[in-house]
């Protein structure tokens, strides 16, 4: 059974920086995608940011050049540092893994960690 562990989310000031962590456990194939994807409220998930086991990340335009997203293999980690923030990220951030196999993919997901950015 895979879990996803998240930590990091919170309140902070607009300008401000947050660093969220994503720990995978469980059975996990090396073939996998992780990253994050965030909720505002009465808006579809997007995503923020997502890497693959041996790729460069990829980036959604808005946390281009502010968010940095990076991968420790080793620990099945990612982490989301989150710099300049502003009113527009607040919403609740959901760690993704993608597994990748002959079924196809699998997706699991965190359980949430809010993050509110004050003005």
């Known amino acids: 059974q895979v879990q996803l562990v998240e930590s990091g989310g919170g309140l902070v000031q607009a300008g401000g920086s947050l660093r969220l962590s994503c720990a995978a456990s469980?059975?996990?194939?090396?073939?996998?995608?992780m990253g994050w994807y965030r909720q505002a409220p009465g808006k579809q998930r997007e995503l923020v940011a997502i890497?693959?086991?041996?790729?460069?990340?990829n980036y959604a335009d808005s946390a281009k050049g502010r968010f940095t997203l990076s991968r420790d293999n080793a620990k099945n980690t990612v982490y989301l540092q989150m710099n300049s923030l502003n009113p527009e990220d607040t919403a609740v951030y959901f760690c993704?893994?993608?597994?990748?196999?002959?079924?196809?993919?699998?997706?699991?997901w965190g359980q949430g960690t809010q993050v509110t950015v004050s003005s």
């Open positions: 993704s893994l993608k597994v990748f196999g002959v079924w196809g993919t699998r997706d699991y």
């Open positions: 469980g059975s996990i194939s090396n073939i996998n995608a």
């Open positions: 890497v693959t086991s041996g790729g460069s990340p």
